[in-house]
């Protein structure tokens, strides 16, 4: 059973430059886990929700790289809303934690590194489903 206290937000190193700053992420030093995958959004219309969902067996760490967005973390028993806007600190979800993305500003690009390749049957889609999964005693019985 996944909680909340698992997440938590990663800053990475920066290297402080005139000429424009560099940070860096390598699996398995500033990011908990070997990356197997990357990926990002982009061109999100404001007032837009992203990601109503939780994973089985992937964990992610989600970045600002531009703009900000917020994200909004469940784990069946406390929520808590997180906002990205630093391209150097990321926010680190262990599997079983569901989030959404929301409050997107204008040009924001939020890049995702994730614990395992892209795989459908990881996903949980259903906040009912979760539930019974993560928190039975909140789950509803249809």
């Not at 995958?37 to 964990?59: I, K, S």
């Not at 391209?87 to 989030?99: D, E, S």
């Not at 929301?102 to 939020?110: E, K, L, V, Y």
Request: glycine fraction near 6%; hydrophobic fraction near 40%; charge should be negative.
């Amino acid at each position: 059973m996944a909680r909340l206290a698992d997440s938590k937000l990663i800053k990475t190193p920066v290297i402080y430059d005139t000429r424009g700053n560099l940070s860096y992420i390598e699996s398995g030093q500033n990011i908990p886990f070997e990356i197997k995958r990357v990926f990002y959004l982009f061109d999100v219309p404001g007032g837009t929700v992203r990601n109503g969902h939780a994973h089985h067996n992937l964990h992610q760490v989600i970045f600002a790289l531009s703009g900000s967005f917020d994200v909004v973390l469940d784990d069946g028993f406390d929520n808590q809303r997180i906002q990205l806007n630093r391209a150097h600190n990321g926010l680190y979800l262990p599997n079983m934690i569901w989030r959404e993305l929301d409050n997107f500003s204008s040009g924001a690009i939020c890049m995702v590194v994730a614990s395992t390749h892209y795989d459908a049957t990881d996903y949980i889609r259903s906040y009912d489903q979760y539930l019974n999964l993560n928190n039975p005693s909140k789950s509803i019985i249809v």
